[in-house]
């Protein structure tokens, strides 16, 4: 069992940026992703950074604005968000999996409560 904490979130106006963490109980071998949900949208993909190696992924509407790294030393994993967009605006989760497919929710077993984003324009 592993269990994540969110940290981060906030209102921000457009442009802006925020730096989102998310801490793990214990070291776990796989891949650490962040998902969002927009009120009345399905969880979708963010980014997401393999703990060993550190390959990472990202949704085109994030590259080149949204950066994931992690802290092996903290089992934290980071997700710093530049150059916001209302439609950024979302709760965002932390989820860690070992699934073939890295930005399928369906490969991720363990998540967060979800932390608040608001982008205002």
């Known amino acids: 069992q592993v269990q994540l904490v969110e940290s981060g979130g906030g209102l921000v106006q457009a442009g802006g940026s925020l730096r989102l963490s998310c801490a793990a109980s214990g070291l776990y071998l796989g891949y650490y992703g962040w998902f969002r949900q927009a009120p009345g949208k399905e969880r979708e993909f963010v980014a997401t950074?393999?703990?060993?190696?550190?390959?990472?992924y990202y949704a085109d509407s994030v590259k080149g604005r949204f950066t994931i790294s992690r802290d092996n030393a903290k089992n934290t994993v980071y997700l710093q968000m530049n150059s916001l967009k209302p439609e950024d605006t979302a709760v965002y989760y932390c989820?860690?999996?070992?699934?073939?497919?890295?930005?399928?929710?369906?490969?991720?077993?363990?998540w967060g409560q979800g932390t608040q984003v608001t982008v205002s324009s």
């Open positions: 989820a860690v999996g070992r699934g073939s497919g890295p930005t399928a929710t369906t490969s991720y077993n363990y």
């Open positions: 950074i393999r703990w060993s190696g550190g390959t990472t």
